[in-house]
Nanobody, 123 residues
Framework: VQLQASGGGLVQPGGSLRLPCAASGLTLSNHGMGWFRQAPGKEREFVAA????????FYANSVKGRFTISRDNTENAVYLQMNNLKPEDTAVYYCAQRYGSGYSTLEGDFDSWGQGTLVTVSS
């Protein structure tokens, strides 16, 4: 399984970015997906997750109402739409896949990881 996250960049506070995560070597149907992030000097943390087959979504409190995780079966991809970005959202964002249709907020429950894409929120 290979996951390719992209779409990062520099954005001003209040701006938006959309991060795609494309998968190869695995059909993402019936598998859970998640986004995590790691800010400079901090541990990696959960951001959002989705149950692939049931569309249920879950968010960290810090991003709830601003970020949206979604997926596209035809594109075999998952997305993270980030709105009203804040400087504290600055981090490397990783997409991750876990076998099975359930969800998790724990890093150890995910089986494959993308390489990460850097998001910098600054004026």
């Amino acid at each position: 399984v290979q996951l390719q996250a992209s779409g990062g960049g520099l954005v001003q506070p209040g701006g938006s970015l959309r991060l795609p995560c494309a998968a190869s070597g695995l059909t993402l149907s019936n598998h859970g997906m998640g986004w995590f992030r790691q800010a400079p000097g901090k541990e990696r943390e959960f951001v959002a997750a989705i149950r692939w087959s049931r569309k249920d979504t879950f968010y960290a409190n810090s991003v709830k109402g601003r970020f949206t995780i979604s997926r596209d079966n035809t594109e075999n991809a998952v997305y993270l739409q980030m709105n009203n970005l804040k400087p504290e959202d600055t981090a490397v964002y990783y997409c991750a896949q876990r076998y099975g249709s359930g969800y998790s907020t724990l890093e150890g429950d995910f089986d494959s990881w993308g390489q990460g894409t850097l998001v910098t929120v600054s004026s």
